[in-house]
């Protein structure tokens, strides 16, 4: 073999390697690229999605109702939240402990959830508050759902402590409604409710002033 020759394949080889050597440079390259792609959809994740119900959190909570409140006042659209808590909760906790309250906590809302339309926005507001924020609907269709909801929780036996209830507050939008405001009202007759409750009344208060 003459030295042009041996060259000539020298140089072949080199370049074979180089363009093997840059293609697994190149898939490594698209794998890292893959993984933080995926990391990012997990922190993401993350960042909107309670870390014990695996509902949305408060966070992406505040952020979606503040967009179907510019949706509602923009298109003068339909819509009504339903804010909920559990009754004596805290008794759950002291009775028979932080555990059970916390299977308590995710059964209720593995249980709302599959009762919720698709379009619903369902999550976790803090402790054992909850928020449904249901776009394009009215206070009627609210009220249909609570009622649903409310049956099916007290149907339901949790694990632990058997059958619980929540109390239930619930408006529709009124133009000029604020993030802040569409969130006390409803928290406002929640107390009502429970206070009805309390005396011994077991009517709703949308039974007792519908129009409110």
């Known amino acids: 073999m003459t030295y042009s020759a041996t060259y000539v394949y020298v140089l072949h080889a080199i370049i074979i ?53 510019a949706t509602a006042e923009r298109y003068r659209q339909l819509l009504s939240v339903v804010f909920f808590d559990i009754d004596r909760f805290k008794e759950i906790n002291d009775r028979h402990g932080h555990s059970i309250g916390d299977d308590v906590l995710v059964a209720l809302a593995e249980l709302v959830a599959q009762t919720v339309r698709e379009s619903d926005i369902f999550g976790r507001w803090g402790g054992d508050e909850f928020l449904i924020i249901l776009p394009e609907s009215s206070q009627k269709q609210a009220q249909r759902l609570v009622n649903v909801l ?37 928290d406002a007759k929640l ?13 709703h208060l949308w039974t007792i002033n519908p129009a409110a």
């Open 17 to 69: 390697l180089m363009v093997f050597g840059y293609y697994f440079h190149v898939r490594r390259l698209k794998e890292d690229i893959r993984l933080k792609k995926a990391d990012m959809k997990k922190l993401e994740r993350l960042a909107s999605v309670d870390s014990l119900t695996l509902i949305y959190n408060r966070h992406m909570l505040d952020t979606i109702l503040m967009q179907q409140i």
């Open 191 to 203: 107390y009502e409710v429970k206070k009805h409750r309390g005396s011994g009344t077991r009517e």
């Open 150 to 186: 409310e049956k099916k929780i007290f149907d339901h036996s949790f694990p632990g402590v058997g059958h619980v209830s929540c109390s239930f507050g619930m408006v529709a939008y009124r133009f000029g409604d604020t993030m802040k405001t569409l969130i006390e009202r409803p």
